[in-house]
């Protein structure tokens, strides 16, 4: 008697959209707890070193997000492939979209082994500080190798609706990341103090760890025998210039989003004090942190709807997109809140002093009402991710984009205004791709079929 397949189509209740997404929040916070972590142990060797993990971050998350953006289209690819039934396309997609990553991250890291230091400098970086970002970014480069890789493969899992797997896989990435900072950056558990260039070291090595356990539960999974899933290796350039171009608009969407966020970082760095850097480096930690919900919900919304629009069941995008807005709005409701009512607790972690509270409680205030602008526009955005029209997700990028930078521009480098004021320029960026992304779903043409 052979056994039963499982069905690879969605259910769209609420309950089944919390339990798809719970465990990708999971999964996704906890590395951005330990980026925390990180810029919380960087925060004891000094504010220099806190405020150059802002920069340098940021540049690796350029990069990243490039990645990211190849892996949402990878996602909508594989989760409508699942719609249909269409089993063995799944795995094909995902191959070729491993493949098509590590040729990114060649080309990165050989940009980012020739270029950083020059890059740097006309950045406006100084003096030592040009030598310690770029011997960093030198070695975190190469984690982007194992970090596609493992993005790509959880987006397997979230087609596959296996999604519980990726919180252990997180826990197993964060325990060797948070244990790894803590012996190489101060010289424990064995290793040498490497300082600065020990968190690099630690996140590199943690996404090899990463990769090879989501590796080893896919295998685990029996993909062949329980989902009638075929591995199969073989290359297709016909199948990487696809994804590639249904990607690119993705991935050239985030990659601007993310260097318009370096180009606010060095906009800080050239304008505000060590604190007030400091600040910000722990804004974008706490930024990421909330983001982590939004972008799940984000992963949920283009799982869902490509899923429903490989079965054509169209009608049924609106109500979906309701109960995720109302879900993922409760649940950062909730979180900025307590951030608001408990500031201390959150600026406690960095290892500053006590007068550090004080300076980042008025741009803690108007960073978490951008998260909940957050946790509406990723789920509109991804909403046209679902259909396939990844060019005009660039669009919209490009005109959010266009108003970020002049708010920056104007706020921080012109008029010089404090920090808070600067920061709104998340509020701006997130009301302009909220009201275009909703006028297209709403009045677009996007129901007409993309051949994939």
């Not at 039934?85 to 990553?101: P, Q, T």
């Not at 990114?104 to 050989?110: D, H, N, R």
Request: hydrophobic share 50%; with cysteine.
């Amino acid at each position: 008697m052979s056994r039963p397949v499982t069905s690879l189509k969605i259910d769209t209740s609420v309950k089944s959209i919390i339990l798809l997404t719970l465990p990708i929040s999971m999964a996704k916070l906890i590395p951005e707890l330990n980026y925390l972590f990180n810029a919380a142990f960087l925060g004891h060797l000094g504010s220099k070193e806190l405020a150059l993990a802002g920069i340098t971050g940021v540049y690796y998350l350029v990069f990243a997000s490039i990645g990211y953006g190849l892996n949402n289209a990878l996602l909508s690819l594989m989760s409508r492939k699942a719609g249909e039934e269409n089993r063995n396309a799944i795995f094909v997609n995902l191959w070729h979209g491993v493949l098509l990553g590590w040729i990114l991250a060649s080309v990165f890291s050989i940009v980012t082994w020739t270029s950083i230091k020059p890059i740097m400098s006309w950045a406006g970086i100084e003096g030592d500080s040009v030598i310690m970002a770029g011997d960093y970014l030198h070695i975190r480069i190469i984690g982007l190798f194992f970090l596609y890789t493992l993005q790509m493969q959880n987006s397997f899992l979230i087609t596959i609706q296996k999604t519980r797997y990726l919180i252990v896989i997180a826990i197993v990435q964060s325990v060797a990341n948070i244990a790894l900072d803590y012996g190489m950056i101060f010289g424990h558990l064995g290793f040498p103090a490497l300082g600065f260039n020990g968190a690099a070291y630690a996140s590199v090595i943690s996404e090899f760890i990463g990769m090879v356990t989501v590796m080893l539960v896919i295998f685990s999974l029996k993909i062949t025998r329980n989902y009638r899933i075929r591995a199969n290796f073989s290359i297709s350039y016909r199948r990487i210039a696809m994804v590639f171009k249904v990607g690119y608009p993705l991935m050239l969407q985030l990659a601007l989003g993310t260097a318009s966020w370096w180009v606010f970082f060095i906009l800080v760095s050239r304008n505000y004090t060590n604190e007030e850097q400091a600040v910000s480096q722990a804004m974008r930690n706490l930024f990421g942190l909330g983001g982590v919900f939004s972008w799940a919900f984000g992963s949920s919304t283009n799982t869902i709807l490509s899923n429903l629009i490989g079965q054509k069941r169209h009608e049924e995008i609106f109500v979906v997109i309701r109960k995720l807005l109302i879900v993922s709005l409760s649940g950062m409701g909730v979180l900025t809140i307590l951030l608001n009512i408990f500031p201390g607790l959150f600026f406690g972690l960095f290892g500053q002093p006590d007068h550090f509270v004080t300076a980042g409680t008025g741009t803690l205030r108007v960073v978490s009402l951008a998260m909940l602008f957050t946790s509406v526009g990723v789920i509109w955005l991804n909403g046209i991710i679902a259909t396939g029209h990844t060019k005009i997700v660039l669009a919209t990028e490009a005109l959010g984009i266009t108003v970020y930078l002049l708010f920056v521009w104007i706020t921080i480098e012109v008029m010089q205004y404090p920090l808070e004021i600067g920061w709104m320029c998340e509020w701006a960026y997130w009301l302009v791709m909220i009201i275009p992304s909703y006028l297209y779903l709403k009045y677009g043409n996007w129901r007409k079929d993309i051949t994939y």
